[in-house]
């Protein structure tokens, strides 16, 4: 099965048979039969739904706005944009775009989202969003949404009118040519052969003045593989090369979707009795004797001004500079490793990257140096849920309804201004 899902997604499951065995396992809970007759009665359909498990569809509004800008720059800049937003999970990506254009003054656009998972895809036909999507965003809330009731928004039809989805894996793309590709995010999980069988889908699909958009963790990866096929224009923006001459864009198709999934609702494990986790090691490096101060090229913040390097991390990370926020974090951690804040943005940080495993250990750090704060185990609970743990996730929500029962829901949280400790209260308390 890994080889057959490398082969038709681009995935590297090297290192993840055992959540990979995991997820089969509640697929085939779920769906009422055994591994051998779900495989029987159709492997590739298997596949499927095991790859919509195994890779995060997390996103949020405007996320890493610049970058988004200098797309929305390129693609604007060549006529009537038409926008191949792959691997959109459910739609923030593709509506920010939407924003994007639309606040530029360009009303004729075209814009199709597409993801492998059906439930994604549903949802961003709809529109509609908690304040958990919104987290991005400050006063441009009220422009982009209309609220519905309580903590949920829908997308206005200014900005959905030129969006549609569709279900489609980024290895068989949809027909037509297209002036921008965005896919954010995705490569974190391929081999290096999926990122450039992709490179090349990404280039036959380009305008011959199209632009692609990646995440700020896979730049590395696309320019060490795009040979000729691309070169750098920007933020994580690269420019088609080598132009063919008389390309011209035409309409997307739309694809219905597909049918005869297996059912992707984990049934609820048994509640498990919380066993306290083992606390982690932090170490103050100790300093050798008699060795003198080195002398540093910029100071690294203390103790007292950790919300300092809170805010500068995360305003970088904001921007799009991943590694760069991660750099300060790392080296506030060297000289006070006792931050939760710092902690807790690392790990955020970590699982931006796609580094599920490393983003987990900072977030037990976080938990352990500040037993009160709740946006820690918040993020536990939701990594549990996408490694497919269900035992583990009720358990870091139990942890996690504790720590908020004498707060107040009003309180905004480190997530941003738009969380508050209500919305983790209501993802704590709903069923999974």
């Not at 820690?376 to 609970?381: A, G, I, Q």
Request: glycine share 8%; net charge neutral; hydrophobic share 40%.
């Amino acid at each position: 099965m890994i080889p057959m899902i490398e082969s038709s997604y681009g995935l590297d499951l090297r290192g993840k048979e055992e959540q990979l065995a995991r997820v089969l396992g509640k697929l085939c809970e779920d769906s009422g039969m055994d591994l051998d007759r779900c495989t029987s009665t159709g492997l590739h359909k298997l596949c499927d739904a095991a790859v919509e498990h195994m890779v995060v569809g997390e996103s949020y509004f405007l996320r890493h706005r610049e970058a988004l800008e200098e797309f929305v720059r390129h693609t604007a800049s060549m006529g009537r944009p038409n926008v191949w937003c792959a691997a959109c999970s459910t739609g923030e990506e593709a509506y920010s775009l939407a924003f994007l254009f639309v606040q530029r003054g360009i009303e004729d656009f075209s814009i199709l989202g597409s993801d492998v998972n059906p439930s994604a895809i549903r949802r961003a036909r709809e529109g509609v969003y908690g304040r958990w999507s919104l987290r991005g965003l400050g006063d441009e809330a009220r422009l982009l949404f209309d609220h519905i009731h309580g903590n949920l928004f829908r997308v206005k039809d200014r900005y959905r009118r030129n969006v549609r989805f569709s279900i489609g894996n980024v290895m068989t793309p949809p027909e037509g040519v297209f002036i921008g590709i965005s896919c954010r995010n995705l490569f974190i999980y391929f081999s290096d052969s999926g990122i450039s069988k992709a490179l090349d889908i990404f280039y036959q699909r380009l305008h011959p003045k199209g632009v692609l958009l990646v995440g700020a963790a896979e730049a590395p990866a696309v320019n060490r593989l795009m040979g000729n096929r691309f070169v750098p224009s920007g933020v994580f923006v690269f420019r088609k090369a080598s132009p063919i001459k008389n390309v011209e864009a035409y309409p997307m198709p739309h694809r219905e979707d597909a049918e005869g999934i297996i059912p992707r609702t984990p049934k609820m494990a048994e509640m498990t009795r919380h066993t306290a986790e083992e606390a982690p090691r932090i170490e103050t490096p100790a300093k050798p004797a008699g060795e003198a101060p080195k002398e540093a090229k910029e100071a690294v913040p203390l103790k007292d001004q950790e919300d300092l390097v809170f805010e500068r991390a995360k305003s970088m990370a904001d921007r799009g500079d991943l590694q760069g926020a991660l750099e300060i974090l790392t080296s506030a951690e060297k000289v006070d490793p006792t931050g939760a804040k710092v902690k807790f943005l690392k790990g955020v940080i970590l699982m931006d990257m796609g580094m599920h495993k490393e983003a987990a250990e900072s977030f037990k750090e976080a938990a352990y140096l500040d037993p009160s704060m709740p946006e820690p185990r918040h993020s536990l609970m939701i990594l549990s849920l996408q490694e497919g743990d269900m035992a583990s996730a009720q358990r870091h929500g139990r942890l996690l309804l504790n720590i908020l029962k004498d707060l107040d829901d009003r309180e905004p949280t480190l997530y941003g201004p738009h969380v508050t400790k209500g919305h983790l209260r209501k993802t704590a308390s709903e069923p999974f």
